[in-house]
């Protein structure tokens, strides 16, 4: 479904993505995107996204290289790190614009229900606390039935049981067979939730693999334990041998 | 776009924002028409506020519309529809808004008290259009200007400066020029060199339209000369129209490029 090759994108003189080349095939698993600050995971999403437009490289959504296009993004449903909304409209209003502007049908009453929403949907969005902002914005990002699902840092301002109906809800969406990619710091999110790990490092796609693979060839017994070793490996390597070999 | 703008213009028609602004055009023509009286004066002070507050308001108010919504205009790019969709919604609908509180704030007073007389109709009609005009150049370039920097203190710093330029600066200049050339005709120059101002280029048209012009000396007549004719208008016309499409075209090729 996604089909990233030799992507490389550069902001003045750093070079953020250094040729990442990543298969998302699997439809129905839920990918957790890790990497240090600043290893180019929101740079990676955006760049899925449209919103940044990479130097070198190819990115395919359904088989379709994205270049110039902008159709494709009804295949996808993102969810934004930080919620701000235009402060006059009301949470309706904003539901309602999502909705004119988006293909196909939104089931946003069963989200609305979910997140005890209905009191706030005549509220105008800057009267709104961070945390109900959260829950709004992930109404608009969950309304869809798309094939891709991207979240970017999803547990950020939730309260726990927000954080639970949202655990639920990610599964849901598993089930119903969608490709699922998270970005997050929270690494019990990570082991309780993810199928797969790609963790980035430096630009470049340093681990690919499923958590009992990454236990296995760190010899860790968690995966904090295993990302720390991987990061220890890369600076010693990057210490001994030229910074651009790939033995990582 | 449509749909963008739409939304746009029901969020900032709620701004506060936007009721201060007409607030203070209702208040201040309403004052200046029970104070005068004159239509024809009321219409010379209101222009030398529009000259300056029109520009100043659409600026500032761009600017800050589109830091304050880039978080939103991030979640609507992940939307399927085209870039240039959303930055024209966005940059209508402030520059709509913004002309709809003019148009009302002065046109409702003026309308209460009945008092725009025939020959000062085409003149105040003339004044509208003006600052509808100016809100479009000045907004055009505030999206312009925060597409550019997406550092907020530098968009702000600029957009003050833009101001500043147009509405002070630029004068300042021309009249140091003309100072240190009085010896040469420069009628010429300085009618070519208006064009370059917007601000400038709206007041000369106001003016000519309530045949003030003579207060401007010899330039005036040459202003008149050229300015008078329908040539010299529809060049000031295109003038204004190359003001407000250069800057929005700019946005369109920018918003295309651009990593949000």
Redesign the interface.
């Known amino acids: 479904m996604i089909t990233i090759r030799q992507l490389y994108k550069s902001?003045g003189p750093k070079s953020v993505l250094q040729g990442i080349d990543l298969e998302l095939n699997t439809p129905g698993r839920i990918s957790a995107i890790l990497g240090p600050n600043g290893s180019g995971k929101t740079t990676l999403i955006?760049c899925i996204?449209?919103?940044?437009?990479p130097d070198q490289g190819e990115i395919e959504v359904d088989g379709q290289s994205i270049k110039g296009k902008?159709?494709?993004?009804?295949q996808?449903d993102?969810l934004?790190q930080?919620?701000?909304?235009?402060?006059?409209?009301t949470v309706q209003?904003l539901i309602d614009?999502?909705q004119?502007?988006?293909?196909g049908r939104a089931q946003a009453e069963e989200l609305i229900d979910r997140f005890g929403l209905h009191d706030y949907l005549d509220s105008?969005l800057n009267h709104l606390s961070g945390g109900t902002k959260q829950k709004v914005n992930l109404t608009?990002a969950f309304m869809y039935d798309s094939p891709i699902l991207i979240l970017d840092e999803p547990t950020s301002g939730l309260d726990p049981l927000a954080m639970q109906q949202l655990r639920e809800l990610i599964l849901q969406e598993r089930e119903r067979g969608k490709l699922i990619l998270i970005t997050t710091h929270i690494m019990s999110f990570v082991e309780e939730m993810a199928d797969e790990i790609v963790f980035l490092l430096d630009g470049q796609v340093c681990f690919k693999g499923s958590i009992e693979e990454l236990l296995e060839q760190e010899a860790a017994e968690s995966v904090e334990e295993a990302i720390a070793q991987l990061l220890v490996v890369s600076e010693a390597l990057e210490q001994a041998l030229e910074p651009d070999q790939q033995n990582a | 776009m449509i749909k963008i703008l739409k939304y746009t213009l029901f969020d900032l028609l709620r701004s506060r924002w936007t009721y201060l602004y007409f607030g203070f055009f209702l208040v201040f023509s309403s004052a200046l028409l029970l104070l005068s009286g004159d239509s024809t004066k009321v219409i010379v002070s209101l222009m030398n506020v529009i000259l300056i507050l029109c520009p100043l308001i659409a600026t500032m108010f761009g600017v800050m519309y589109c830091y304050n919504s880039r978080e939103f205009t991030e979640l609507l790019l992940a939307q399927p529809l085209p870039r240039r969709a959303i930055f024209w919604g966005q940059y209508l609908g402030v520059a709509l808004s913004l002309s709809v509180s003019l148009l009302l704030g002065i046109g409702l007073p003026f309308l209460f008290f009945g008092l725009v007389q025939a020959d000062s109709l085409l003149a105040f009609l003339f004044l509208l259009a003006n600052g509808v005009v100016l809100s479009f150049i000045f907004s055009g370039l505030a999206f312009l200007i925060a597409l550019r920097f997406d550092n907020k203190i530098r968009g702000f710093g600029m957009a003050i400066l833009l101001w500043l330029f147009f509405a002070v600066i630029y004068d300042g200049l021309l009249l140091i020029l003309l100072f240190f050339f009085r010896d040469y005709p420069l009628e010429n120059l300085s009618l070519g060199m208006s064009l370059f101002n917007p601000i400038d280029l709206s007041r000369i048209l106001l003016l000519l339209q309530l045949d003030t012009s003579a207060i401007m000396g010899y330039t005036g007549a040459v202003f008149q000369k050229f300015l008078g004719t329908s040539l010299g208008i529809l060049v000031a016309l295109l003038t204004l129209g190359l003001w407000v499409l250069v800057p929005t075209m700019s946005m369109d090729r920018l918003a295309r490029r651009k990593d949000f």
């Open positions: 902001f955006k996204l449209g919103m940044v437009i902008w159709e494709y993004r009804s996808l993102y934004p930080i919620a701000r909304f235009p402060d006059n409209l209003e614009l999502i004119d502007l988006r293909p105008r608009l």
